[in-house]
């Protein structure tokens, strides 16, 4: 079966504006936010595309059916934060369709674990549309804003934006979106029933372990294991590294069980643990002293993947020992390798005078 193809391939470009949009949306900048805007109604488009270029070509995968709502997911998690962070939206609403996302990704990869997949409820597109929807009419009212920003007609749109109308819009979708929630226990009832048969333990540290199914991506799994971390830029207060620290620990301490227990079902250091990539990329992203920037993000996320492909001595070493410390340990010496040349190629530029956008 083809994994990597046109709709594929579509479909993750959703994953990739996801970020983008976010930090050039919370910028602040008219023109910034206006390229935002186009962005997400781009990826907003591509959710038809995919779609439609897997039934004309026939190219309907699997891996397509599982990863195009959860490239759903990426993108309006990434606008309802941003939003939270502008102070358009409240973090409690968006809290909601978190947990219910977490849920339900939780319930998919379980489910395709034991090649029985679950089909997205109508419901739930109808779901996705609102949300979609609710975000580009944000975004038409910030475009407008910013247009109109010499005017008295951009405080009418800055107004509209703060309205009572978009907190019950949201309120309305936040509770849209619970019950397509309950609609999933409804119909899966039996998928529950042979969860608690078969026990927790084992699908939660498969969870962890793939990243919760980014694992399952069939090649360059390292690579969207380390894309994965990037996730936590994201959230409001990520700039602080004890932010990023504390998921670092917490994560690190969970892994190890989970990691132990999925390498005694599918073998030693199988290709579906990713979390070790999740964890070498929170390390870099820990680094003192250097701002989360565009350009610093990537170039950190570059070397950490140089190191953790190439593998020099002593990450070599590391990498060719069994168990779940060494398969994680190899990938924080990559952090560490990679950490070490961010810092020394930032303060080149400093001492250049270049700035990092």
Not at 11 to 31: A, D, K
Request: glycine residues 4%.
């Amino acid at each position: 079966m083809n994994y990597i193809n046109r709709p594929n391939i579509v479909t993750f470009s959703r994953v990739v504006i996801s970020p983008f949009f976010f930090f050039l949306f919370v910028s602040n900048e008219p023109v910034s936010q206006m390229i935002a805007a186009v962005l997400f109604c781009f990826g907003a488009v591509t959710d038809y595309i995919d779609g439609w270029v897997a039934r004309k070509y026939n190219e309907e995968t699997e891996a397509g059916k599982f990863f195009d709502p959860l490239a759903d997911k990426f993108l309006t998690t990434a606008a309802f934060l941003a939003f939270v962070k502008m102070d358009i939206i409240p973090l409690w609403m968006v809290m909601f369709i978190l947990i219910r996302d977490f849920g339900t990704t939780l319930l998919r990869l379980y489910a395709d674990s034991t090649d029985h997949p679950i089909v997205t409820s109508y419901s739930a597109k109808v779901k996705t549309f609102l949300q979609m929807a609710f975000i580009v009419i944000i975004l038409i009212l910030v475009f407008f804003k910013n247009i109109f920003s010499a005017s008295n007609l951009s405080s009418i749109f800055a107004n509209l934006i703060h309205s009572n109308i978009i907190y019950y819009s949201m309120l309305l979708l936040t509770l849209i979106t619970i019950w397509t929630a309950i609609d999933y226990l409804i119909t899966n009832k039996s998928l529950f029933h042979q969860i608690r048969t078969q026990g927790y333990y084992d699908i939660l540290c498969l969870s962890i372990s793939t990243v919760f199914g980014v694992g399952y991506v069939p090649k360059a799994n390292g690579t969207f294991g380390t894309m994965a971390a990037l996730i936590i830029l994201l959230f409001p207060y990520s700039v602080r590294l004890e932010a990023i620290w504390m998921m670092f620990l917490f994560t690190l301490i969970i892994s190890f069980p989970a990691i132990k227990r999925v390498e005694a079902i599918y073998g030693d250091d199988s290709s579906i643990i990713v979390v070790d990539e999740l964890l070498g990329m929170w390390l870099v992203l820990a680094s003192p002293y250097v701002p989360h920037t565009i350009m610093t993000v990537i170039i950190g996320f570059t070397l950490f993947r140089i190191f953790d492909i190439f593998k020099p001595f002593p990450i070599s070493w590391f990498n060719g020992r069994k168990g779940s410390f060494y398969v994680i340990f190899d990938d924080i010496l990559s952090a560490i390798f990679a950490s070490i040349c961010l810092h020394i190629i930032y303060a080149g530029f400093r001492v250049l005078n270049i700035f990092m956008i």
